[in-house]
């Protein structure tokens, strides 16, 4: 007996990678938000950047998204 497939593998890639762009740009919303928290709670700029590295919000690029480091 076979199995009949509904949806292409395209299909399924498009609706899977549209899931994780739309997850990507909610993370960059909470982190920009999350780090604007931080900043106006902050006693002193050094006090805001370990607060930040704390949370690991210390490299958000200019999107909100956590910069990740290339590997040379």
């Given at each position: 007996?076979t199995?009949?497939?509904?949806?292409?593998?395209?299909?399924?890639?498009?609706?899977?990678?549209?899931?994780r762009?739309?997850?990507?740009?909610?993370?960059?919303?909470?982190?920009?938000?999350?780090a604007?928290?931080?900043?106006?709670?902050?006693?002193?700029?050094?006090?805001?950047?370990?607060?930040?590295?704390?949370?690991?919000?210390?490299?958000?690029d200019?999107?909100?998204?956590?910069?990740?480091?290339?590997?040379?």
């Amino acid at each position: 007996m076979t199995w009949a497939r509904h949806a292409s593998p395209t299909l399924e890639q498009g609706r899977f990678a549209e899931a994780r762009a739309s997850e990507k740009q909610h993370y960059a919303i909470q982190n920009r938000k999350a780090a604007r928290t931080v900043a106006c709670h902050a006693a002193d700029p050094q006090d805001c950047a370990n607060l930040l590295a704390m949370l690991g919000l210390d490299q958000l690029d200019e999107n909100g998204a956590i910069r990740v480091p290339t590997v040379d």
